[in-house]
């Protein structure tokens, strides 16, 4: 097939790019948002297509991968082909829902010719997607190998943007991380994050931006991965985290509980039993390594790149059939017209 899909989450659309098809990425001059391309990537079998490009190629695209709200719209003026009607789609829902969560309605809630796949089963139970279709496909990453060391008695972190997206991604609970070890903390924005959590170089450093292979092995030297958020979708810096051997203390929250089973770490939402486990971890380097071995384990079997790439078959056949348009949505028409009225009702009620 040949798929058209903007790159977004430079993370998943690695994983997405090595299956068996065609990969049609837009690019602008300006590489911004809109025409990122491959971004620098290597990304063999994906091709890069100017707006012209695109005009002229329209017919031959298979199908298009939307992730955006504003992707249907642009995929129209740029082509004149409509999701779901002209081109069989699909839309990945990268995030979990905000506002009156559980009660959030998805922008597609309202169709059935584009199917919502989710890539978390606590996404999908969370947001509200009405009458179109549903399904979960679980990420899949490339295994970078088995890299721990925990040489380091430092805790390892990755978050983008900690300062802006505070509380949400657990900026907050660093300080007490810190007080059990130092922290190396990875990502993009985080300029200001000493300043914003008042620790000193020796108890945080801000590593800053890190290319993904250097990013695994300094992550591997260091004794345990900490996943701060509070609500998110699940991060890929976990997963490879876990497939690189490193124990896990995560935030008991969304889908972490799910992703990391007890043997390969410690999920909790009580920070003290998080800091406590680090604090062990610290202190008995072979407790550290044998949780890292279980959760490298247990990454390897859910979130294998095959079983993704199999599981995206899968859906893009039943797209490219057009077996979505003639089957029946998740919930009767009728009755989704009456939850809202009811929602508000026990939405008041509550307040």
């Known amino acids: 097939m040949r798929i058209l899909l ?17 990969y049609v ?23 890069e297509s100017t707006a012209d490009e695109l005009v002229r190629d329209a017919g031959t695209i298979d199908a298009v991968v939307l992730q955006r709200p ?21 839309y990945v829902e990268h995030n979990t ?20 796949v989710h890539v978390t089963h606590f996404n999908a139970l969370m947001w509200d997607c009405g009458v179109a279709h549903t399904r979960v496909i679980e990420h899949g990453v490339a295994d970078p190998g088995l890299l721990y060391t925990g040489e380091l008695p430092r805790l390892g972190v990755v978050v983008n943007e900690p300062v802006r997206r505070g509380r949400t991604a657990g900026t907050d609970l660093l300080p007490r991380f810190a007080a059990a070890a130092p922290l190396d903390v990875y990502g993009m924005g985080g300029d200001r994050l000493r300043r914003a959590t008042r620790l000193g170089p020796d108890r945080l450093r801000w590593a800053g931006d890190v290319p993904p292979p250097r990013l ?20 890929l810096a976990l997963i490879e985290a876990m497939q690189a051997g490193m124990p896990i203390l995560a935030v008991g929250s969304t889908e972490a509980w799910r992703a ?3 043997e390969a770490g410690r999920v909790s939402s009580n920070p003290s039993e998080l800091v406590a486990a680090a604090r062990r971890f610290i202190a008995d380097e072979s407790a550290a390594r044998e949780a890292g071995l279980a959760a490298r384990e247990a990454a390897l079997a859910r979130y294998g790149l ?15 059939r057009g077996l979505f348009s003639h089957q029946r949505g998740r919930s009767d028409p009728a009755g989704q017209a009456a939850f809202p009225n009811h929602r508000d009702q026990m939405w008041k009620e509550q307040e």
């Open 216 to 235: 695994h092995t300094e992550l591997g030297r260091r004794r345990a991965y900490v996943h701060p958020f509070r609500w998110t979708s699940l991060g």
């Open 25 to 47: 990425l837009p690019v602008d001059g300006e590489r911004s948002e809109w025409g990122l391309g491959r971004g620098g990537r290597d990304w063999p079998a994906a091709t």
């Open 70 to 90: 504003a992707e249907a719209d642009r995929l129209r003026s740029l082509t004149g082909l409509t999701a779901g009607i002209d081109v069989p789609a699909v």
């Open 97 to 116: 829902p905000r506002g009156r969560v559980p009660d959030t309605r998805h922008h597609l809630s309202g169709q059935r010719e584009i199917p919502v």
């Open 6 to 22: 903007w790159h977004v989450h430079g993370g998943w659309t690695d994983a997405f790019v090595r299956g068996a098809h065609e």
């Open 260 to 262: 990391v089973p007890p």
């Open 306 to 320: 095959a079983r993704f790439l199999a599981d995206w078959d899968a859906v893009l056949d039943e797209a490219a």
